[in-house]
Nanobody, 123 residues
Framework: QVQLVESGGGLVQPGGSLRLSCAASGRTFSTYAMGWFRQAPGKEREFVACITWNSFHTMYADSVKGRFTISRDNAKHTVYLQMNSLKPEDTAAYYC????????????????WGQGTQVTVSS
């Protein structure tokens, strides 16, 4: 079992920044790929970003590429999502997830999920 707890969400103005964190506990964190997904009201959960266990490979959705950066600190069992130049369309609940293999675009290929943290981008 792996437990995931997201934090760092909140209300931010368009153009602003937030950094989300996801703290993991339980089984060996350092061997898992870690992903971020988001879900806006009335929409399906969608892929945002992923990072492999050794940080050698990252993946981003086209909608966030160049604005968001995923990183991880295996010593702290934490993955981060730095979000810059935020837009109203980034408003969503953000979820982290782990996968006991490499990164994947598909949410049903992830093994464990956190409870989510809300990000609202509004003036």
């Amino acid at each position: 079992q792996v437990q995931l707890v997201e934090s760092g969400g909140g209300l931010v103005q368009p153009g602003g920044s937030l950094r989300l964190s996801c703290a993991a506990s339980g089984r060996t964190f350092s061997t898992y790929a870690m992903g971020w997904f988001r879900q806006a009201p009335g929409k399906e959960r969608e892929f945002v970003a992923c990072i492999t266990w050794n940080s050698f490979h990252t993946m981003y959705a086209d909608s966030v590429k160049g604005r968001f950066t995923i990183s991880r600190d295996n010593a702290k069992h934490t993955v981060y999502l730095q979000m810059n130049s935020l837009k109203p369309e980034d408003t969503a609940a953000y979820y982290c997830a782990v996968r006991d293999r490499g990164c994947s675009w598909y949410l049903d290929e992830y093994d464990y999920w956190g409870q989510g943290t809300q990000v609202t981008v509004s003036s």
